[in-house]
């Protein structure tokens, strides 16, 4: 079974960018699952109700998200209601919204979950026991797990820690795609970030003046994002569903304009 996992969505032009070339993309990878992350769907962070639904509507099977959850008023009720849209699973008990959801998908049941790195973000509960815990309970032929961290080492940490338990595991927030996708001993699909689906000629999305603004005169300025066509980053990984275990990956990028 092919999984695709598409990096993180950033504002509109990211998003009009993988509603319109999405279909393209599953056909060329012949993917037969996908898993975008859409924390950041939103020009002020964050995903609303219109945003997910452009995003499933266009192909998305799940939507995984991040330390911008909350950021838009109507997300408590869009994971109220919608199983298919999910949080980081170390949030506290009481935080609205689920962690992980399972799809059948061609007869195959796959589960997704979704956790948040502690470094350099927010002081949530521990991701590596949250995820061992909801990784060991869940019966699913297919387990994918978007790690939502900062720090590469403790991405490579939670790839091995989940080596043999999760299909694949994949990192986001960072926005700049790593080369180092790859089968760790134990049969899991890894990669450090998958990148950013958003301005092309950017700073992780944001106006590259007001970022260069800010690293060489200490300029505070509000970030806004930058007004450029969208490329379209991610990996796609091959498992097999009779065993759970990745047998292959391989990243990609669609830039603007480029024929996929």
Do not use: W
């Not at 949530?124 to 387990?143: G, H, Q, T, W, Y």
């Not at 001993?185 to 999305?205: A, K, N």
Request: charged fraction near 25%.
């Amino acid at each position: 079974m092919k999984i695709l996992t598409i990096g993180d969505v950033v504002g509109d032009s990211g998003t009009a960018a993988v509603c319109e070339r999405l279909g393209e993309i599953k056909g060329k990878y012949a993917a037969d699952f996908c898993v975008v992350n859409g924390e950041n769907a939103c020009s002020a962070n964050g995903i609303s109700r219109r945003k997910a639904e452009m995003l499933l509507h266009a192909g998305a099977d799940v939507l995984t998200l991040g330390n911008h959850t909350f950021r838009q008023k109507d997300a408590p009720a869009l994971l109220q209601h919608n199983q298919n849209i999910i949080r980081p699973i170390n949030y506290p008990p009481e935080t609205v919204g689920r962690g992980f959801c399972t799809v059948e998908k061609n007869g195959v049941r796959i589960g997704v979950f979704n956790a948040l790195g502690r470094i350099y973000l927010e002081n949530v509960d521990c991701p590596f026991r949250a995820l061992n815990k909801a990784l060991s309970e869940m019966k699913a032929d297919i387990k994918i797990v978007d790690f939502h961290a900062e720090a590469t080492s403790e991405k490579r940490a939670m790839g091995f820690y989940l080596d043999g338990k999760a299909s694949v595991v994949f990192g986001t927030h960072t926005h700049v795609q790593t080369s180092d996708i790859q089968v760790l001993p134990r049969g899991t699909g890894y990669i450090t970030d998958i990148g950013m689906s958003g301005p092309h000629h950017s700073c992780l999305g944001v106006d590259k003046e007001i970022v260069i603004d800010r690293f060489v005169g200490c300029i505070p300025r509000r970030f806004e994002l930058a007004d450029s066509p969208a490329r379209i980053d991610g990996a796609v990984f091959t498992v097999d569903e009779t065993t759970g275990k990745c047998t292959g990956g391989e990243i990609f990028s669609v830039l603007p304009g480029e024929t996929i």
